[in-house]
């Protein structure tokens, strides 16, 4: 398989950009304006210490039906899930963000569909972060690997694997998202 330097990824960027008339240009320029605007919005603006605080509280729920001991304590500085701080990454709201500034401003997709495939997005991510919390303390509590190991490559793993079906469940209620994807990836 050749390889592809930066030098002509950034050479076929340029010619696929001047290739494009002005009209596109400036549609393309707008829906990654609108995609940023949107996504910094719901990241950077709102306080989530209510959502770290039910995401800790499912978690909780989660640990006690596996049999194992879990208590929230609320703090001046965030939500502990026992010994563990449940903060702003821990809730997927970067996910939620991300999948929000490519839906919202997707042209000539009705609002209904725009609104289901939030709704999905916000449900299957939350679902997936308390399964995670979860997941991720009962194998540091059973001493299978330590909290570095599982907290920062286990929770890239999983994290990956819970985006993968989000897409895949994503693209069966909105095809129009996985039909957008694609036609990126062609190009």
């Not at 399964?131 to 540091?140: H, M």
């Not at 490559?153 to 039909?179: H, M, N, Y």
């Amino acid at each position: 398989m050749p390889t592809v330097s930066i030098f002509d990824f950034a050479s076929h960027a340029r010619q696929l950009l001047t290739e494009l008339n002005a009209r596109k240009y400036w549609s393309v320029a707008g829906y990654l304006a609108a995609f940023a605007a949107i996504s910094s919005a719901i990241y950077y603006l709102p306080n989530y210490s209510w959502l770290e605080y039910w995401t800790a509280v499912h978690s909780e729920i989660v640990l006690r039906l596996l049999g194992m001991s879990a208590t929230i304590t609320v703090t001046p500085g965030g939500t502990l899930l026992n010994e563990f701080l449940v903060d702003k990454p821990c809730t997927g709201i970067q996910v939620v963000a991300t999948f929000a500034g490519i839906l919202l401003p997707l042209p000539r997709l009705p609002w209904f569909k725009k609104l289901a495939g939030i709704t999905l997005v916000v449900v299957g991510v939350y679902i997936a972060n308390i399964a995670r919390i979860a997941i991720q303390l009962w194998v540091y509590y059973k001493g299978l690997f330590d909290w570095t190991t599982i907290h920062g490559p286990g929770g890239i793993a999983l994290g990956i694997i819970s985006v993968t079906v989000l897409v895949v469940l994503l693209d069966q209620l909105v095809p129009e998202f996985g039909d957008f994807v694609f036609s990126i990836l062609k190009r």
